[in-house]
């Protein structure tokens, strides 16, 4: 099978060898498993929080001409941090038939693997104090000599690749200087950002200089040779490229350019993209919004992506609290049940007892790291003391220190959990706040796989195996119609259940069992 590596590092604390390492993991494992690796995708000193990098791009776009079936990433970290990125442009591969997998990590292919990284997501927060310990003192040490500990490199400044530390930039730093003085004699920002511009004059990402841009950089105590890293503040640790006198004649004209702060626009969050999709092409709905014709008020709502372009007939959209109200109720109606709690701890225990190569390749790395170590230690005692030796005995403690933070960064990620822990877990889902947006979006990244629209029903997927459920627009209408118009009261839940012969209104804590009506309903559309 052909394959392609993509391997990415951001830019806090890590080098150009971070790429080596992953290449070489990943090549060792394409070897082992047969992989042909035909093409590296790199993106350097870029975030996997924001899915905006030109290789990852690029490698989204060529899997679309069949060349490889494959991406290999040394971990799924690397492909991305970012739980709706992750899911879309994985989405996408697939589409194009191509998969992803981790080098590192024995993540298994299966829906309930989506519940497990759900779980392992909800015990992030208590993070090992050991590892916070770890990465906290490299930093700080870093910080005490006035090191670069990664992030954004100031515009004027360069990071010195062999002391890692900030230098001044002898093209960009008169820039900066010209942008001061200019401020200083009066000019606006305005004029200054305009000027720039219209030299061809860019920023550190190639972009045009904006009126925050050159704000910014006005404000910035980096350019009198201040360093900064959380508490720790060193006058004078870097370069300055300003005079402080002049940095503080800037300061006072700069509150005056203070403006009264404007309302923040509201920002509308779209629960169920990309897991909601037109039954009539299998086209994903996106999140849409438009004003009552008073200009009043606001209507949110999906809508299919290729109606909007005339490819699809379906041209109603869904209103957006209706159809996520209506996948949490149903979700919750049609999992929280003992007897699917109880296939779904089961598929979860499965996949923990799978093997897991992560921790015992980073143990036998360590292992070689330590042995080489002692060896460098040995050497230098009986006398072969050189300034090469020297160096190589801090990149093997360097290289510990990280294996170290690996290791127990591995054995946190992937924690056995019992199955009445799972059981339990998963029960605590039936004591949510329907009307609760937090609860709603715990429930749809957990369990729904997707949601798919038809003219006459909804089809909901759920992350578990034959986890479908179908049900017509009238069933919907008899037993949730009127609670999916408006929140029930925030004493009481309310939910309307069909019963054989009329519907009735049950006030509850928490969600009823569907009647057997619509539980036969279920069995006889999923069939």
């Known amino acids: 099978m052909n394959a392609v590596i993509y391997a990415r590092y951001s830019s806090d604390n890590q080098r150009e060898e971070s790429i080596e390492g992953q290449i070489r993991e990943c090549l060792e494992f ?89 779980m392992l997501e909800g015990i992030a927060e208590y993070y090992s104090a050991e590892l916070s310990m770890k990465v906290k003192r490299g930093q700080m040490e870093n910080a005490l000599k006035c090191k670069n500990n990664g992030g954004y490199t100031p515009y004027g400044y360069i990071v010195d690749q062999k002391e890692h530390a900030l230098t001044i930039d002898p093209v960009r730093a008169p820039i900066v200087s010209e942008i001061f003085s200019r401020f200083d004699n009066g000019e606006s920002i305005t004029k200054i950002k305009e000027s720039l511009n219209k030299r061809g004059i860019k920023t550190n990402m190639g972009m045009e200089f904006s009126y925050s841009k050159v704000g910014h950089m006005l404000r910035n105590r980096t350019y009198i040779g201040e360093y900064r890293f959380k508490d720790i503040v060193v006058p004078d640790g870097i370069p300055a490229i300003i005079d402080k006198e002049q940095f503080e004649r800037i300061q006072k004209r700069m509150k005056t350019y203070k403006k009264a702060p404007g309302k923040a626009k509201a920002h509308e969050e779209y629960l169920l993209t990309p897991k909601l999709f037109c039954g009539t092409c299998g086209k994903l709905m996106v999140g849409e919004c438009g004003t009552s014709r008073n200009k009043i008020y606001k209507h949110y709502y999906y809508k299919c992506s290729e109606a909007k372009h005339k490819r699809c007939s379906r041209k109603k959209g869904l209103k957006k609290d209706w159809i996520e109200k209506l996948v949490v109720i149903v979700t919750i109606e049609s999992i929280l049940h003992d007897d699917i709690i109880d296939q779904i701890a089961e598929s979860i225990l499965k996949i923990q007892g799978q093997k897991d190569t992560t921790i015992p390749a980073l143990q036998r790395q360590l292992s070689e790291c330590e042995k080489s170590i002692e060896n460098m230690v040995n050497a230098i005692q009986a006398g072969a003391l050189t300034p090469s030796t020297t160096q190589r005995l801090k990149d093997l403690e ?67 195996k034959d986890g479908t459920v179908s049900l017509s627009y009238d069933e919907i209408n008899n037993a949730f119609g009127s609670f999916l118009e408006e929140p029930a009261p925030r004493s009481a839940r309310c939910f309307l259940v069909r019963s054989r012969d009329q519907r009735v209104a049950v006030m509850l804590r928490k969600p009823p069992r569907l009647t057997r009506d619509l539980c036969f309903s279920f069995c006889d559309q999923s069939s």
Not at 403 to 424: G, H, M, N, T, W
Not at 452 to 459: A, G, L, N, T
């Open 398 to 464: 360097s290289e510990k220190e990280r294996l170290d933070i690996a290791i127990c960064e591995a054995k946190l990620a992937r924690p056995k959990f019992s199955k009445e822990y799972i059981v339990q877990w998963i029960k605590g889902f039936q004591y949510g706040d329907i009307d609760n947006k937090a609860y709603q979006r715990r429930v749809i990244d957990t369990f729904v796989n997707s949601v798919y629209v038809y003219d006459d029903r909804i089809v909901f997927n759920y992350n578990f």
């Open 30 to 118: 394409a070897e082992r498993n047969n992989y042909k690796v035909i093409a590296h995708y790199i993106d350097r000193a870029l975030s996997a929080r924001t899915a905006d990098r030109p290789e990852f791009q690029r490698m989204i776009s060529d899997s679309e001409k069949g060349l490889f079936d494959t991406v290999l990433v040394w971990k799924i970290d690397r492909f991305s941090r970012d739980r709706y990125d992750s899911a879309f442009y994985k989405r996408i591969l697939k589409k194009n038939g191509v998969k992803v997998i981790s080098a590192m990590e024995n993540m298994p292919e299966g829906p309930e693997s989506i519940i497990l990284e759900s």
